[in-house]
């Protein structure tokens, strides 16, 4: 059975007579009798019975129609939203991106982006994850653009450098390295280290400062966000190394100027190569280039 025989049934169920619906479905009345036959044989029922010069519904036709109209109807919303997905002017975009970026950088860049008349209909959804994540379900197509930490060996991916973010330590407030307003790799290894979880990019990062400073970290707990890490520290357990994030204003804790030549962490904007993007996506993915160009 296939999708040309329910819109065949359906038509002759409401025209109720072979030679108007084969007119209609602009196909010969034999390829209608055929078709309808080959539905009953499948199905094992009759679907119209004789009346007059007429056909009508059976039992079993009444029933089938039902989930027949159910059926074409769902299809046609589906179809309805690809179209308003991919239409000229319009379009949705689904976006991910690491928690660091999403209190400022994010809402200006679609700000912006929606600042043009011309993008006004154009709609997001936005989510926020760890960069192992966020590039597992890019590709498989939970969300169409990323901005995450660069990985290695991911050759259906495409990482495009568009914001660089700064380094710095939280300590808690009545902590001794408050006196020092910035301090090094060397400074900070005696305290407790409160750390992103090993998926993040940014755990990457900090574990390759301490190895090239050739210094073990005392991690005393890790976080997937910066927000659990700066409540940790405000609580007076420990420190933290973070991207600089206006969030941590919320905690009481103090912010350091991070004394080290690899204080920098850049930010990518990724998407699955050779993978078809709709117009609001690819246009979006251009204003995000352009922008961070300037």
């Not at 007579?17 to 080959?38: C, D, F, G, V, W």
């Amino acid at each position: 059975m296939n999708l040309n025989q329910l819109y065949y049934f359906k038509t002759l169920a409401e025209l109720e007579h072979y030679t108007k619906a084969a007119e209609r479905l602009n196909i010969s009345q034999p390829t209608l009798s055929h078709s309808i036959a080959a539905m009953e044989k499948e199905l094992g029922a009759n679907l119209f019975e004789k009346q007059g010069r007429n056909v009508v519904l059976t039992k079993y036709g009444r029933i089938y129609m039902f989930y027949v109209e159910n059926a074409l109807t769902q299809l046609e919303l589906g179809k309805n939203q690809i179209e308003r997905l991919i239409s000229v002017g319009g379009g949705h975009v689904g976006l991910a991106y690491m928690t660091s970026v999403g209190t400022n950088f994010v809402p200006e860049i679609i700000a912006g982006f929606l600042d043009d008349p011309q993008n006004k209909n154009i709609s997001f959804s936005c989510y926020e994850g760890n960069t192992k994540t966020l590039i597992y379900n890019l590709k498989r197509e939970k969300y169409d653009l990323i901005f995450c930490s660069m990985v290695e060996n991911e050759s259906d991916v495409e990482f495009i450098p568009v914001y660089e973010q700064g380094l710095v330590v939280i300590v808690p407030e009545n902590h001794p390295l408050v006196a020092k307003k910035k301090v090094s790799i060397q400074d900070i290894c005696p305290y407790p280290l409160i750390c992103y979880t090993k998926e993040s990019g940014m755990r990457r990062i900090i574990d390759d400062l301490f190895t090239k400073a050739q210094i073990m970290p005392n991690i005393l707990c890790q976080f997937e966000d910066v927000n659990s890490m700066a409540g940790l520290v405000a609580a007076n357990q420990g420190i933290a190394i973070i991207t600089d994030n206006p969030s941590i204003q919320n905690y009481n804790v103090v912010k350091l100027d991070f004394d080290t030549a690899y204080s920098k962490r850049m930010v990518y904007l990724a998407y699955v190569v050779n993978r078809y993007l709709p117009p609001a996506v690819e246009k979006f993915k251009e204003h995000i280039i352009q922008m961070t160009k300037k």
